[in-house]
């Protein structure tokens, strides 16, 4: 036992020295817990930095191995043509295809510009999700995996589309909204900007407007009376305002066949015919997809469709959220959510992940909305599923991995054709299947080549860049191509002396007017085989295997002069 007097001294001994360790252990304390700090990654840099390098050496192989799809191939035209905007879209997917002009027919080269758009989006969703909350355990590691695991994950660092450009700006935006609530409202300027450069990407980044909206009136309602939000709003208008412009100089084009095509409403025609050739008789008009009426039971079925594709994006990952939900039920995921974000992270979340399915789910009533219009709503869904999933960690990691071997299947399949998959399965061949071969025999006619649809003049134009094959006006739908700006097409004059040839999808001769068509061929593709050729309007059945992937005609027109030769 101590004496009373080598108590007394260790008692003097703390009151001098006890406070100054305990505050050396408090301040040392403060200090390992800045890595709880909401947007400090509480697991450092190595797990994450590697999931991210992993995914983007697997987008690099899927962009070398998927054949270019029609969409692409007009995108990565527009690469060649730039402006501040286009028929069907604002100017942002034309910069990512800029390595089209590197190499003009390497579908790898073009697509390099979305495989570093997809590796910036999951460097800023990194962010974002350990700025809402997420940690070492609690999540973040597996919000990034579901993230890059979902179907729109594992496709928009591969093929480009303007939801490329839009999924980048979007997380941008969050993430400055996420600080702006937690009191920094400067940043309000900040997220501004990335919404304009959203705009430039895709309309549909306007719907982030309201999600800010919904976040601020429920955790910072004092930000609307201050000047922050709205001077981020101008800021996003500045940024759009060069394509504003232009859709002001061209009838406002884009944004017309936009509106019209997303609220399937008429917003007038579209009379974009180039360089004088004579419009095709007819009435072809185009007419926004689901304007025919429709039956209570009608949008039903199309609400219910609506909601199962976005259920879909999931893919195997919906078993273990199924689990995990019916393990814990509602009110244990809404207990895990509200204790690992906090107000304005689940503000944001919530806003993020409902209004995008709200506003295409009441818009897929009354018009056919496409799958990916509302893919947004998965930037905010993730973190929420990440925290529902932390007990079957294992399970989601093992369906995330299951979804990445579907895909490279599925991408396998598109660059051999080798899989036997159902035709529901084939739209990947449908686009992309045949065109090297068709646009090969295309140049071999020697004469100027047109064709009715602009997928047909894209893939043409990317596999045979100097065929410079036009789109022939009023045949099908409109687009950039209409417009004569990027490919010019022959004069009438010269047009009338040699003739032409007319790409179509059409089985009889569209009639235009100063020209007949005097002889037709069929062209079939079937897996494994070359392009076989048949003069005539010949069947599917003359293709030479029961189930040809493609099926193209061909018509040779000449000047109107003298009788008409027979097509058949």
């Keep these: 036992m101590s004496s009373p007097t080598s108590r007394a001294a260790s008692a003097r001994w703390c009151s001098s020295n006890c406070g100054r360790t305990a505050a050396r252990a408090s301040g040392a304390s403060k200090v390992l817990d800045t890595s709880r700090r909401p947007g400090v990654p509480a697991q450092g840099l190595v797990l994450p930095l590697l999931l991210i390098l992993g995914v983007t050496l697997w987008r690099l192989w899927a962009a070398a191995t998927v054949p270019v799809t029609q969409d692409e191939a007009y995108y990565f035209h527009w690469a060649r043509a730039l402006a501040w905007g286009y028929f069907d879209h604002p100017p942002g997917v034309a910069l990512l295809g800029l390595g089209t002009r590197l190499a003009p027919e390497s579908v790898f080269a073009a697509r390099l510009g979305a495989v570093l758009a997809g590796l910036l989006a999951l460097l800023v969703l990194w962010r974002f999700y350990a700025t809402l909350g997420l940690r070492r355990g ?9 993230a890059a695991a979902t179907a729109p994950g594992l496709i928009a660092g591969v093929i480009t589309t303007p939801d490329t450009v839009l999924m980048l700006f979007w997380a941008l935006a969050l993430h400055e909204a996420l600080a702006a609530l937690r009191g920094g409202r400067r940043r309000w300027l ?23 909206l919904w976040a601020m009136l429920a955790a910072d309602r004092r930000a609307l009376g201050t000047p922050w939000p709205y001077l981020g709003g101008l800021l996003a208008l500045l940024v759009l305002l060069p394509h504003l412009l232009w859709n002001a100089e061209h009838d406002w084009l884009s944004l017309r066949f936009q509106l019209g095509h997303g609220l399937a409403t008429e917003l007038g025609s579209f009379d974009v015919a180039a360089a004088g050739l004579p419009a095709a008789v007819g009435d072809q008009s185009y007419t926004p997809p689901g304007t025919d009426p429709r ?25 273990p959220l199924g689990a995990a939900l019916w393990r814990g039920g509602v009110s244990r995921a809404r207990r895990a959510i509200r204790s690992t974000f906090d107000g304005p992270a689940r503000a944001l979340v919530a806003a993020g992940a409902l209004f995008p399915l709200a506003l295409f789910g009441v818009l897929s009533l009354t018009s056919d909305v496409e799958a990916n219009w509302s893919a947004l709503y998965l930037a905010c869904a993730v973190p929420a599923a990440a925290v529902l999933l932390r007990p079957l960690a294992q399970w989601a990691l093992l369906a995330a991995a299951g979804n990445l071997l579907l895909v490279s299947l599925y991408a396998f399949h598109a660059a051999t054709a080798a899989l036997p998959l159902p035709d529901a399965a084939q739209r990947v061949l449908r686009e992309s299947y045949g065109y090297p071969a068709l646009a090969d025999y295309a140049e071999s006619l020697g004469k100027p080549v047109f064709a009715d649809r602009y997928p047909f003049v894209a893939m043409l134009n990317f596999h045979a860049p100097e065929l410079a ?7 099908a739908r409109p687009s950039e191509y209409s417009r004569g700006k990027l490919v010019q097409p022959p004069p009438l004059a010269k047009l009338r002396q040699t003739g032409f040839w007319l790409v179509a999808y059409k089985f009889s ?4 007017p100063g020209f007949r068509a005097v002889e037709t061929r069929s062209l079939f593709q079937c897996q494994g085989q070359p392009l076989k050729v048949v003069q005539g309007g010949a069947p599917w059945s003359a293709a030479g ?12 027109y000449v000047a109107d002069q003298g009788p008409a030769a027979n097509t058949d």
Excluded at 545 to 556: A, T, V
Aim: net charge neutral.
């Design 138 to 146: 609690d999540g973040l590691l597996l919000a990034l995996v579901l």
């Design 469 to 475: 094959v036009a789109q022939w006006p009023n045949i």
């Design 190 to 212: 900040t997220a501004g900007i990335a919404t304009g450069l959203g705009l430039l990407g895709k309309y549909s980044m306007a719907v982030i407007g309201p999600v800010f």
């Design 545 to 556: 295997c029961p189930d040809p992937i493609q099926g193209w005609r061909l018509y040779r």
């Design 295 to 319: 039956t209570p039971l009608d949008r039903l079925a199309s609400l219910a469709s609506f909601f199962g594709t976005q259920l879909a994006f999931w893919g195997l990952l919906l078993l």
């Design 509 to 512: 001769p569209p009639e235009i």
